[in-house]
């Protein structure tokens, strides 16, 4: 078993993992307009908002993978968590981007996206039950 594959079954990765996301993610959202990277050849309506759920789905995957790895017996009260954190952590960003960054708004479609993403994560936990 190699140092990477002992590191994910330890658990020990799994943060890091976490955090990655998040700090990335945090990163995206708070970026002024100007700066938002764009896909210009890319012309899909409202692509935004499947960016927004693929990135909620990950976030709240990675964060499923960590806890549940640690507190086993806990893993649907963890699931529940996970989501209720993370929608609150994307209807907190759409206040901060109002707020706070230069050019982007409150949009209750990319709350809509963001649940959308946790969902996803709800779908597939029977199968990330067996990471």
């Known amino acids: 078993m190699s140092s990477l594959e002992r590191s ?7 943060p890091v993992l976490f955090c990655l996301f ?3 993610s945090f990163i995206l959202f708070t970026l002024p307009a100007n700066k938002v990277p764009r896909v210009y050849w890319l012309e899909i309506p409202n692509f935004d908002k499947i960016i927004h759920a693929g990135i909620f789905a990950a976030l709240c995957i990675s964060a499923y993978l960590w806890l549940s790895h640690f ?8 699931a529940i968590i996970i989501v209720l954190v993370m929608v609150a952590y994307g209807i907190a960003i759409e206040f901060i981007q109002a707020s706070f960054i230069e050019g982007r708004s409150f949009e209750e479609l990319d709350i ?6 946790c969902v996803i994560f709800l779908l597939c936990r029977p199968l990330l039950k067996l990471f």
């Open 8 to 14: 994910w079954k330890n658990g020990l990765f799994k």
């Open 22 to 24: 998040f700090i990335t």
């Open 71 to 78: 507190y086993p017996k806990a893993e649907k009260k963890i």
């Open 112 to 117: 809509a996206a963001d649940f959308t993403g």
